[in-house]
């Protein structure tokens, strides 16, 4: 099944069957345990947030958006969708209709698809063009440099509004970006792309496709958390974060004919359980030091887990948050998205990757873009409050 859109005239695409699953991840189902790290709520959003925990969802109001660190485990489906509003649009408006239909999906099971929400959460990013000047203010801004093995499209490239839905019911993916399609199309929002992603049940670390478990060098505390993801500022930034989606195909089938030593080599960890190659259990940290008695690295010098590691970069720790994909077998991949509190956490190392990665050179990104993702809105501070600006 084809999910992937780049067509100027998509409005929008059909989740309603349930989506291969290859890779093995944790999710976060409805009726679970309270999950970690929960975001701090002042006495009115916990009333609203207890009417929507009664069907489930994640309420859309709050100190910071839901879908970034909460729930802690990511869902196990998910829809990332990119908007480009016209010239006349206003950036306002359309955020408070957004912002009606959000609250919407949460108070109600389903919104208005009458089927259970479970635990559905959408999460809005902001573009530059519609932040307006007020975007000069965020420290580093969002404008993306180009980067090695890219194939650049005008349409899969940059973006007006991001819009990532996640929930463990693909049914209520899908219920819930048609809604929101729906009300952004009436306010004359076009897709730019769209894809469908999905990670499977089950506890433990991230198995993407290629076999390997992934995200386990993520900001695991709420210290961390705040340090590395949430901005405390300047002023209408606070509560908020940068967010980075990119579209990222893999020749999976290429990186699986090598050798299993290879694939590891490459990747920096084992295969059976994602211990790194320096040695310890799976959730360790890479040890960059670590030696063989002849003085050769354990962890070889291209390993992606090297290059990618934030003490190698020098750039701070990114909240990944991706999912696999597969739009038939020539078209599969990693839907990656991070969240950080400067854009150059992602820059610095995908810089240091185009140097150098065993595994990249079987990667290719096919979409990118990067939005800023304000505080939760309430009924008195609207969605994307003081920094929307007028596209133009």
């Not at 067509?7 to 929008?12: E, F, I, L, Q």
């Not at 259970?116 to 932040?131: C, H, I, K, N, W």
């Not at 980075?244 to 059976?272: K, N, Y």
């Not at 994909?325 to 240091?352: H, I, K, M, W």
Request: glycine fraction near 12%; aromatic fraction near 4%.
């Amino acid at each position: 099944m084809t999910t992937q859109s780049d067509n100027p005239s998509m409005v929008r695409r059909s989740l309603l069957g349930v989506l291969p699953v290859a890779a093995a991840l944790s999710a976060c189902r409805p009726g679970a345990r309270t999950p970690a790290l929960p975001a701090p709520r002042t006495a009115s959003q916990e009333a609203s947030a207890r009417e929507a925990s009664a069907h489930g969802a994640s309420a859309p109001v709050g100190a910071r958006q839901p879908g970034v660190d909460r729930p802690a485990q990511p869902q196990t489906h998910a829809v990332v969708s990119v908007y480009e509003l016209p010239q006349e649009a206003g950036s306002v408006r359309v955020a408070a209709r957004l912002a009606e239909v959000l609250v919407e999906l949460a108070g109600k099971p389903g919104g208005a698809a009458a089927a259970p929400a479970g635990d559905l959460t959408v999460t809005v990013g902001l573009g530059p063009r519609l932040l307006g000047p007020a975007g000069q203010g965020l420290p580093g801004g969002l404008q993306l440099p180009p980067f090695a093995r890219e194939e650049r499209t005008a349409r899969a490239w940059g973006g007006d509004l991001l819009v990532q839905v996640c929930a463990s019911d693909p049914d209520a993916v899908a219920l819930a970006d048609a809604r929101l399609a729906g009300a952004l199309a009436a306010e004359g929002a076009s897709g730019r792309w769209a894809q469908e992603g999905f990670r499977p049940p089950g506890g433990g670390p991230v198995r993407n496709l290629l076999g390997f478990p992934d995200g386990i060098e993520n900001p695991r505390t709420r210290p961390e958390l705040d340090r590395e993801v949430w901005l405390d500022g300047p002023g209408p930034f606070a509560g908020g974060t940068v967010a980075v989606v990119r579209r990222l195909r893999i020749d999976v089938s290429g990186f699986l004919a090598q050798p299993a030593t290879r694939q590891e080599e490459a990747i920096g960890r084992r295969r059976a359980d994602g211990a790194p190659l320096s040695g310890g259990a799976a959730l360790d940290r890479l040890d960059l030091s670590a030696k063989t008695a002849r003085g050769r690295y354990l962890v070889p010098a291209m390993a992606h887990a090297r290059r990618a590691n934030p003490n190698a970069t020098g750039s701070g720790r990114m909240l990944r948050r991706g999912y696999s994909y597969r739009n038939g077998p020539e078209d599969q991949g990693l839907l990656f998205v991070s969240f950080q509190r400067r854009l150059r956490t992602f820059t610095a190392t995908q810089r240091r990757l185009d140097d150098g990665d065993d595994l990249m050179r079987f990667v290719t990104a096919t979409a990118s873009g990067a939005f800023f993702v304000p505080r939760a809105f309430t009924p008195e501070r609207p969605l994307g409050g003081d920094l929307l600006g007028e596209p133009g």
